[in-house]
């Protein structure tokens, strides 16, 4: 093997190596991608208008409940933590409605009847749109179900939470209650 053999195996090697390290890093920055754009607490919440679930309805608007304290969760049919954690929602609506709490349920179902069957059984009583293709859901970078969002009346981000267990009510109460403590004249 002469050395100009030599330097050129190499060369190809250095190539092949950063080749193949680039691809690493950009498949791995893809993976990531999502996430890194997920709407984080502290954030501006991104307004969105979106039609009623029903139909027939006025469209729902995150901007029309500006100064209110407000609870986004994003949900399917489908997701059983989700189905679990609506009822209570309600029950938080009905308790902290009359000092500013609104909740917009966004279903992702497509077909949004699913969405519309689940409704029949467990009637709620806040705001559900149906964002069918799922344009908000990607505005907010929700990568899991439930995902919710509540939002001061300024519109910041002051929880993002994932998932969904019983006890997880406890610090979505928790924190609403600060939140609307803070929002008293």
Not at 51 to 78: C, H, M, N, Q
Not at 137 to 155: A, K, W
């Amino acid at each position: 093997m002469t050395n100009r053999d030599i330097t050129e195996r190499h060369s190809f090697n250095n190539w092949s190596l950063r080749t193949l390290l680039l691809a690493c890093a950009l498949t791995l920055n893809a993976s990531l991608a999502p996430a890194a754009m997920a709407l984080e607490q502290g954030e501006q919440a991104p307004d969105f208008t979106l039609p009623d679930i029903e139909g027939g309805k006025p469209a729902i608007s995150l901007s029309a409940l500006r100064g209110k304290t407000v609870y986004v969760d994003f949900w399917a049919s489908w997701c059983t933590p989700c189905l679990r954690s609506m009822p209570l929602i309600n029950e938080l609506y009905a308790k902290y409605g009359e000092r500013g709490f609104e909740v917009i349920a966004i279903n992702v179902d497509d077909p949004v009847d699913d969405g519309r069957e689940f409704l029949l059984d467990t009637p709620l009583d806040y705001l559900i749109a149906a964002d069918t293709e799922s344009s908000v859901l990607e505005q907010y970078g929700v990568i899991g179900m439930p995902t919710s969002y509540l939002i001061d009346p300024q519109g910041v981000v002051r929880l993002v939470h994932m998932g969904f267990k019983d006890k997880d009510i406890e610090v979505i109460e928790k924190e609403l209650t600060q939140v609307l403590d803070e929002a008293r004249p």
